[in-house]
């Protein structure tokens, strides 16, 4: 009996001990590459994991839209804001180590990677219907289309990584010249236009407007920044997404921000905000919102939200953009504050429906909108000579500000008349991008392209309408440029600094 | 706790706990203080803790023997009667110091001046300044507080049976309001002789306890801050209530703040665990030589910790009510099967023990949280009334640990003492590739003073030296490292919808990640004088560990940003003494001595061709310029203090050496001469530079025993030399930025009237950065506790065999420049990288205890 007694226990650690099977590891609560992209909405779900950098805090959701908005001539931050020396796209101050330089890029590559596997994962999956492997496909190349223009925009030549072999020999890639990048971004756009259906899957993915949105902006892009006069693809472009019956102007301007009216046919592709949690919401409280009204984010972070003095009093008397984009006073749903007056206005065309308070805000921030391809195409027709015309799409912008809430008839923002000179017309199309697009971080990208066309535009542009923080931070021409992350040069020594950082 | 310094950087650092022979739950990661098993365990029920620190001892736990082994073992029954202790005490905790914030005056005063300063128009006018109210919230945040033990014990046993059976409660109120800690606990500790060859046993103990956290725990800054800190920060003109008796939820000053009163009374978060600790043995000796022994344990812990913010808490008043809920289950099973062989060879004795152990965890835990709800009165207990379900997880982690292992002991004359270990280990948590590793140890130990030319000689008593080199492991990092895994990502897809969809994690996967390998050589020698009057231990060792596990940085180009990697190395040299001396030995009168003396110098060898790594900016990093407060720096040691040297203030007329100094920081009179030290002519991150280091010179303790007849005096104290403490609280509190409220230090800060100081002048636009002025000397000497003893007459109790009454005090008098709450702190868990930060710890209590210890 004793002697059986000390058995038991032994062969008990025997059976546990006896594999090797227990020291494998089997995860129960998240997935491996091993048991994942295997069937249609395995690549489905990899395609729209591949949208969520650029939605959030690394790309429109945070730094991106302070960097755009911050290193502009038309937002300020607010003195009060604790991390205002953080902050240093405000003062013109950031280094190759600052977060606002890193988070764009971090983002984007994230994005570029994710796209690039599900083209390398999506070919080695059955599809029952084609056509939808197809779709996916052209959402992927969209993704990284959109992703490697971004960067150029930013920061120039960068690394040009295809597939995910790429990725996995990533330490050693040199950057890749603009050239050669907008080459690759010209082919996935046009076969994503060609393959995206004109109408997105869903709120927030993209569609056949919005690759051609995209190409439109590129093109902008080269005939500005880079000089390369391809106007009349820009006008192409904004052409086909004024063409299609599916996408308009609204009538009342404030309508095309508002929750409530999300899917309207005027936002072609957005960071689609679910207002369900934080995760997936855009930060409007931190963003607009002033900091004194006790907002439910711990400290009540108003980042910028305040609009330069200049850029305020820029808009004509009685633009109904101006009414409703801003507003001086406000009231807290805490006691305690109450109802205040600001010292100066505050951003208010993202209106939540919470109001910023009790939960994460359910306001979309729109990335590119008929509004937007009018104005394009203005100044394509303008820059190829045709400013008489180009001027009635800047009017018909003007015209829908009039009509107000939509129904109207208000005598302000006058038609701008067909006979302006062609350095008239292209002033005028800047500022009415300025009004139209405001807080949509479109300025920092105008002032820096149009720098390329008139030489000094950018720096005497930030000092007569910045003249404090002009003073204060550098404007040395470097810095119409982001320089390469420090990190990424450290740990990939193939890549070289922008001059001057 | 640390033993023998750091010997990892991102794995746990924390020694092996083995109570009554069953390892530990240990924590995975070294940010990981959760599981110190010390807790868990009531001080009277513990017979003997012994530390194993050299790796001929430690190697025999292999794969978790590289920080140490502590083995602690609970008391058993005595063959003998039965005996009956109960253990008592009472005790007040005692605020030992408060760091005054600015009057309501002051501050308004300093916001005015940090304004005009930064090129700001005045905020206050004179009248509001000289009307503003004071409110203390350090003050009111802090209290004296009771505190309770007891404990009672039955105990005993005959020639076959022997028995434990202890019950013990703790209860302690902290001395910030609203804090406490409760503990209850029982043992059972069993042994049974069934026939002279076989022996069998058990011990299990059950422990529960209560820790109140209520927003009294430090942590963040600025608006995040908790405790005696956001006490600090707060608006003083704000009183706690308004007329109608509802909290003032929040104050607007540089940053909006929740009032810390109300929350720290109206939230309530209590941390129960519950923990259940069991092992039985069974030995059996099958030949006088070979016995066998066989132990199987197991350890059970639950945890839940509900949180509530009523509507009426700043914290939940936007919420209109807030609730979580956090449990956890975990299990652990060991097997530990050994078989020794113990017999003659030659001139010597010879053990040999050979064995397998196997070590199978399961882990889940649940995470809820909800909000909006129609009344407070629910609290956590029905969350299904709230309107809104916040978030929910769960997640379950396994692990395994297979060993085969092997020591032989000879002892040859009782002089030479040779020792070899071998050991085998499978790890789950290592790469499919890398899954064993094989630590091997050897130590040689000659008792000098057994030798016949030792004799003669009056000087020792006993002399002994020790030799040993061994390679152990750590395998304390979290499971699953080594594979692809895909973490869920939501995006916002849908016009008011988020979806989860999958993509890689941003940890690259690694299949050949391997085991921290550690290689110590020591050497001792233990000397006795006078009849072993004074008894010395001295030990010098030097340990190297390598193929550290690391988290090695990745270009974002790569998809992901980084990937655990076995890269390089880090050293720890040392010296440790030991002095026991019995000063007086009389009959009625005794003093003995201990004093224990350690130095251990951490050196940073080598990280895989990188001269330094970036901890990154742990929780508080973004409140300091958004960068690390530490650094790892090839050739320093660990947690080396990483910010802006400071050389004194700016006076009027000095020369600038900027040539592109920031408007009112830079260059003018009464600001930081911060160090250029890159040359470039201006201040930026790129400045930052080596400004300390939490490593000691050396520390140590001492104690000091004193009978006298029935008295006993008691007196241990603690020490530590050269150790610096980064305050990095005093960021908003010490900085005279005007921000938030600060602490009464400022008002010392440079005036045109007033130059000779270090406290800079009021200015709103000084970034809050890491200045060096923020490094204090963190030495210290405490007297960590002195107890008088009295030992009743026999029979002064009926039936009491033994009594004794007495009176402790902890923590009662502590020598330091150290201009915080404590210099005993480290606001960042156990990481290594993070060594000696403060940002509002709790402060440490002094404690009067009475008691008494009574046995029947």
Redesign the interface.
Known sequence: M??R??IA??V??LG??GC?D?????????????N?YRTPA?IE??T?????PI?RGDVWEWWLVIDMELGSDAVRIH??E??F??YHPGLF?W?P???SV?AP??GF??S???A??VLDKAPKVEFPDPQFRQELMAEAKFIRGYSYLMLTKLYDDV?L?LSVED??K??G?PRTPVEQVHAQVIQDLTEAERDLPEQPR????ASKAAAQMVLADLYQWRSSFLKKDEWAKVAEYAQKVLASPQWGLLDDYLSVFL?AN??NREVIWM???????G???TNVSCHWLP??L???T???CEVLGQPTRWMYESFVEGDYRKEVSYRTSGCS??P??GCITFDWPNVYKYRPSNNG???PS?VDFPLYRVAEAHLMLAEALNEMGNTAEAIQHVNHIRARARKGNGSENRPEPADLPTTLTKEQAREAIYMERLWELAHEGKRWFDLVRRDALEPGYWRTSIENHDPEVA??G?LSPHRKRFPI?A??IE??PALTQNPGY | MRIRGTQSITANSEPLYVIDGIPALQGTSSSDPTYNPLNTIDPSEIESIEVLKDASSTAIYGARGANGVVLITTKRGNRGGNQVTLETSYGIQQVTKRIDPLTGPQFLELVNEAYVNSGREPKYTPDQIASAPTYNYVALMLQDAPQQSHTLTFSGGDERTRYLISGNFVNQEGILIRSGFRRYGARVNLDRTISDRFRIGTSVSFTRMRQDLNRTDNGGLGAGANGILGATNFDPTLPPKDENGRWNLRAVLGEQLENPLANSMEIENPRQVSRLLGNAYAEFDVLPTLTLRTTFGANLGFERTPEFRPSTSPAGSSNNGWASVYSNQGLELTSENTATYRREVGPGSLEVLGGFSVQVSHFEDQYTAVRDFPSDEFKWNNLGVARVRESSSTNAVDWALVSFLGRVNYNLKDRYLFTVTGRRDGSSRFGKNNKWAFFPSAAFAWRVIEEDFMRDQQLFSDLKLRLSYGVTGNQAVAEYQSLARLSTVWVGIGKNSEVPTQAPSGAAPNPNLKWETQRQFNVGADLGFLGNRVVVTLDAYQSKTSDLLLSVDLPRISGYSSQLQNVGSVQNRGIELGISTVNIDRQNFSWRSTLNLAANRNKVLELGGREWLDPGTSRYGWFIGNVSSHIVMVGQPLGSFYGYQVDGLYQEGDPCPLSEPRPYVDCVPGEYKVRDVNGDGKIDASDRTIIGNAEPTFYGGFTNNLRYGPFTLDAFMTFSYGNEVANLGRVFTGLATGFLNESEEVLKRWTPQNRNTTIPRANNARPRWFYSTLVEDGSFLRLQSLTLGYQLPPNLIPGASSARLYLTGQNLFVLTNYSGYDPEVNSIGGDSRFGGVDVGAFPRARTWNIGANITF
């Open positions: 004793n002697r007694a000390w226990p032994l008990l650690a546990l001990g090797d227990l020291l494998t590891e089997t995860p129960k609560s998240f997935l491996t590459t091993d994942y395995d779900s990899a729209l994991s591949a949208y969520q939605t003195p009060d604790p991390n020396g953080t101050l280094t180590t600052d977060a890193s890029w971090n590559y994230t570029i990677y994710r690039n596997l690394p990584l990725h996995e990533a330490v890639t869903a709120h927030g993915r929750p999300k899917g960071v689609a905000s679910s207002g369900v949690d995760r997936t919401s900091r004194a006790g907002f439910n711990a400290g009540g749903t805490d305690n504050i308070v009790g939960g359910d003073q204060r550098d992350p990190r990424e740990l990939n």
